[in-house]
């Protein structure tokens, strides 16, 4: 299949490579330089203007980050642009809003459109096991589906357009909230005595047991390879943990729904942030 793929960042450059380790023709473009030069050394054949990429295409991928670029890119470079009848699909994690519009728009002018953001960091990425949560018609979502398995271990249809965003902004609350838990926990452990794989080792076999603790603890030298192992670089960048913290926070007070551990957390993370911004969101044990 001939496939478009806009925005080859951290998350994105893994992603069209393992589409054109599945067979894929890859037409890629991205603003920097950098990004088109690694992807073209992954097999993709790249372009300095995202109109030119989506031209003759069966889909197109888009990775960016945030709403506003996204509005940009669909509207400005890829409606009208690729062929009628091409489905889109954008990974991104942006607000619902904006994804039921833009579905909107792209059913008008002829295109099938899915919202699929993911959940895994740049590892999962490279690696090609990413989760997708998809929202979107059942039609869309099937054409979708075998694009998504060639860079994810799972894909899950979600629901209609805007149900695979506002899964993930679930998601990563919740994730949010439980790593700093995780953190506080490890710290109370250590200031009481505890050595940090003792309690690692208990901890994970009880009730205290998360993703956040055993596929990715805070502590280095701790549980399986994680960030944290690495002085905290690569994996899930605080800022953009506190980005999805954000859109989730606007997104309950539009549904008039109370989040306050989300909201504890997005101010966690935004103090954070100011700098540290770069580092894995786990990195946040630092503050503690």
């Given at each position: 299949m001939k496939i478009a793929f806009i925005g080859l960042g951290n998350m994105g450059g893994g992603m069209a490579a393992n589409l054109v380790k599945a067979g894929h023709e890859v037409r890629a473009f991205d603003l920097s330089d950098e990004a088109r030069g690694t992807a073209q050394g992954n097999g993709c054949v790249v372009f300095a203007d995202a109109k030119e990429a989506v031209q003759d295409v069966e889909a197109v991928v888009t990775m960016l980050p945030n709403g506003g670029i996204v509005k940009s890119v669909l509207e400005g470079d890829v409606f009208g642009h690729a062929p009628a009848g091409a489905i889109v699909l954008d990974c991104s994690t942006i607000d619902v809003a904006t994804t039921r519009a833009l579905s909107e728009a792209a059913s008008a002018q002829g295109y099938a459109m899915v919202d699929a953001p993911v959940s895994g960091g740049i590892a999962a990425a490279n690696g090609g096991t990413l989760t997708f949560m998809v929202g979107g018609t059942a039609e869309a979502f099937a054409r979708a589906e075998p694009i998504l398995s060639a860079m994810g271990k799972a894909v899950i249809h979600a629901g209609d357009a805007?149900?695979?965003?506002a899964a993930k902004l679930c998601n990563n609350l919740i994730l949010a909230a439980t790593m700093i838990a995780t953190c506080e926990g490890f710290k109370l452990a250590e200031k009481l005595g505890l050595d940090s794989q003792v309690f690692y080792d208990i901890s994970s076999k009880a009730t205290g047991q998360s993703w956040?603790?055993?596929?990715y603890c805070p502590v280095p030298g701790v549980g399986p390879q994680s960030p944290s192992d690495n002085e905290y670089k690569g994996g899930f960048a605080t800022a953009l943990m506190l980005k999805?913290?954000?859109?989730?926070?606007e997104a309950a007070e539009t549904a008039g729904t109370s989040t306050p551990l989300g909201q504890h957390s997005k101010d966690l993370y935004e103090a954070f942030a100011?700098?540290?911004g770069a580092l894995d969101f786990s990195a946040i044990i630092k503050s503690l």
């Amino acid at each position: 299949m001939k496939i478009a793929f806009i925005g080859l960042g951290n998350m994105g450059g893994g992603m069209a490579a393992n589409l054109v380790k599945a067979g894929h023709e890859v037409r890629a473009f991205d603003l920097s330089d950098e990004a088109r030069g690694t992807a073209q050394g992954n097999g993709c054949v790249v372009f300095a203007d995202a109109k030119e990429a989506v031209q003759d295409v069966e889909a197109v991928v888009t990775m960016l980050p945030n709403g506003g670029i996204v509005k940009s890119v669909l509207e400005g470079d890829v409606f009208g642009h690729a062929p009628a009848g091409a489905i889109v699909l954008d990974c991104s994690t942006i607000d619902v809003a904006t994804t039921r519009a833009l579905s909107e728009a792209a059913s008008a002018q002829g295109y099938a459109m899915v919202d699929a953001p993911v959940s895994g960091g740049i590892a999962a990425a490279n690696g090609g096991t990413l989760t997708f949560m998809v929202g979107g018609t059942a039609e869309a979502f099937a054409r979708a589906e075998p694009i998504l398995s060639a860079m994810g271990k799972a894909v899950i249809h979600a629901g209609d357009a805007g149900a695979g965003e506002a899964a993930k902004l679930c998601n990563n609350l919740i994730l949010a909230a439980t790593m700093i838990a995780t953190c506080e926990g490890f710290k109370l452990a250590e200031k009481l005595g505890l050595d940090s794989q003792v309690f690692y080792d208990i901890s994970s076999k009880a009730t205290g047991q998360s993703w956040s603790m055993t596929s990715y603890c805070p502590v280095p030298g701790v549980g399986p390879q994680s960030p944290s192992d690495n002085e905290y670089k690569g994996g899930f960048a605080t800022a953009l943990m506190l980005k999805d913290l954000k859109l989730a926070m606007e997104a309950a007070e539009t549904a008039g729904t109370s989040t306050p551990l989300g909201q504890h957390s997005k101010d966690l993370y935004e103090a954070f942030a100011a700098e540290h911004g770069a580092l894995d969101f786990s990195a946040i044990i630092k503050s503690l």
